[in-house]
């Protein structure tokens, strides 16, 4: 079967519509696009769930902020069809913004507290907000069984979580691990706006999160282990540091004496135009608990 865009709700309702009445199951991998092989094996991991796979290609401008990459965020659509294509995929849904968004939309959706005022939500002010709006959509106009999200976002896919659990949105939110470059970069979108010297300089980040996990799960005290991580970024050339943390695995809560249950370090760093994330779990992973 090969893939089929469509470009309206209408139509990504028809084709379930379809696939529910030969009682398939049903799996959405939500994207902005930009495809590369760490979005490949969230559709893998959707095969493993469901019989047919639709990815969402959506630039949702409602997630980024006034100055940051909106506009000049890649926009590849045929290439991405192609590698979707070669995947498997069933289906690629890819909206514009005023079939999301038309004429007279009112309606937020926002997560409160701890969970999205920190990390990336503390640099990003109304980035989750944006994020759930459009996730909530793109779960209720495709009604799939279940959502993968990757972990690189972990904290994004926290506030998913919570958003539909507490919208009753029975759709099963499912987790997928960082993938990696050969050399430890975390697949990202953006790595695409880095320069070959700025390209070589980016592992840093993956490799400066496993000394502090390889420390820190031995009960070792954070303070010095990040205050030598911050060290180590900057002098790579990364500046600045928007934050170098270790939280709860699950609440996002902060740690800053010893690791003493499942948690989670997170980085955000800017190289150049970039903007880099990563995690690393540190103790059992309970992201897809
Ligand atoms: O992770 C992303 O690519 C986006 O935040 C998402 C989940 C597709 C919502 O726009």
């Given at each position: ?60 401008p409602t ?90 976002d972990y ?85 600045p540091i ?48």
């Amino acid at each position: 079967m090969s893939l089929t865009t469509v470009h309206t709700v209408a139509d990504l309702r028809a084709a379930v519509a379809d696939w529910r009445a030969k009682g398939l199951r049903i799996a959405l991998v939500p994207t902005m696009g930009a495809l590369h092989d760490g979005h490949v094996s969230l559709t893998k991991l959707a095969r493993e769930h469901a019989d047919r796979v639709i990815v969402s290609i959506f630039v949702n401008p409602t997630q980024f902020g006034p100055n940051e990459d909106f506009s000049a965020y890649p926009r590849t659509l045929p290439t991405d069809q192609k590698l979707l294509d070669e995947a498997g995929v069933e289906l690629c849904f890819a909206p514009s913004v005023d079939e999301m968004y038309p004429d007279g939309f009112a309606t937020k959706v926002a997560v409160d507290g701890a969970m999205t005022n920190v990390l990336c939500g503390a640099a990003r002010p109304g980035h989750f907000d944006g994020v759930a709006q459009v996730v909530t959509k793109l779960l209720l106009q495709a009604m799939p069984d279940c959502a993968i999200f990757g972990q690189k976002d972990y904290q994004q896919l926290m506030v998913i979580r919570r958003f539909s659990a507490d919208l009753n949105i029975p759709v099963k939110i499912i987790g997928a691990k960082i993938q990696r470059e050969a050399d430890g970069l975390a697949m990202s979108s953006r790595n695409r706006y880095l320069t070959t010297s700025e390209r070589a300089i980016a592992p840093t980040l993956n490799r400066v999160l496993g000394s502090i996990t390889a420390e820190a799960v031995k009960g070792t005290e954070l303070g010095p282990l990040l205050a030598k991580g911050r060290e180590d970024i900057l002098s790579a050339g990364f500046d600045p540091i928007d934050y170098l943390e270790v939280r709860d695995a699950q609440t996002l809560e902060l740690i800053s004496d010893k690791v003493e249950k499942p948690a989670r370090i997170f980085v955000a760093a800017r190289l150049g135009k970039a903007r880099l994330i990563d995690n690393h779990a540190i103790n059992p992973d309970v992201s897809d608990a």
